[in-house]
């Protein structure tokens, strides 16, 4: 089956510095890789996705690349902020199955 | 996520008692999930859903039970067989290829 692998698992950067996660997938056939970001005691929530079909997406501060052939995909927030300050998580699945997730990164945006 | 419930916010277990935790959503989404998150940790798959009436393990399952009766519900009971229960326990309902989660559930061991 599917297996994600996430890093790192803690990252802290000055605030203002751009700060990257990366993961890597093992099933070729997965096509739809979601990020979530979780606040301290609160639910996960969908911040960027991507599909297959595209190399890169952005959405204001932060974006998303897909290398298909290394099966790797990042996640990149530029000019971070102490509220950008929580634990993400990256996860895989093809054709609308269950998600598989990464074991999750802390980020710490220290002012 | 805002049509995705579950309750109680806290729940706290006596030692050999089950219970069940609820999760509704009126998204009219086909598939709904259980997560188990310990603290500092992942989400681990505990059952999902992909249909009414139907209902598969996930990683984690042994101790726990679901049912899936009606398309908006599908509650989770934890067995006195789950030795180790505390934990935030998440509920996610999937449209297409995207999972929205509910708010969670604290459960706790008196």
């Known amino acids: 089956g599917e297996n994600v692998e996430q890093h790192p698992s803690t990252l802290s950067v000055q605030e203002g510095d751009s700060a990257v996660i990366k993961c890597t997938y093992s099933d070729s056939a997965s096509n739809y890789f979601p990020w979530y970001k979780q606040e301290l005691g609160k639910r996960p929530q969908l911040i960027i996705d991507?599909?297959?079909?595209?190399g890169e997406k952005k959405d204001q501060r932060i974006a998303v690349t897909l290398n298909k052939t290394a099966k790797h995909f990042s996640l990149h927030i530029t000019e971070t902020q102490p509220e950008d300050s929580a634990v993400y998580f990256c996860a895989a699945s093809k054709y609308g199955n269950k998600l598989v997730f990464g074991a999750g990164t802390i980020l710490r945006v220290k002012s | 996520d805002g049509g995705i419930t579950q309750s109680p916010k806290y729940l706290f277990r006596k030692e050999g008692q089950n219970v069940t935790l609820s999760c509704e959503q009126n998204?009219?989404?086909?598939?709904m999930y259980w997560y188990r998150q310990d603290p500092g940790q992942g989400l681990r798959l505990i059952y999902y859903s992909q249909i009414v009436n139907d209902f598969q393990k996930g990683d984690i399952a042994e101790g726990y039970s679901v049912s899936r009766e009606k398309k908006e519900s599908f509650p989770l009971t934890v067995t006195s067989a789950q030795k180790n229960p505390t934990a935030f326990y998440l509920c996610a309902s999937q449209v297409g290829e995207t999972q929205y989660f509910g708010p969670g559930t604290r459960l706790l061991v008196l």
């Open positions: 991507i599909r297959s079909n595209v």
């Open positions: 998204l009219n989404h086909d598939a």
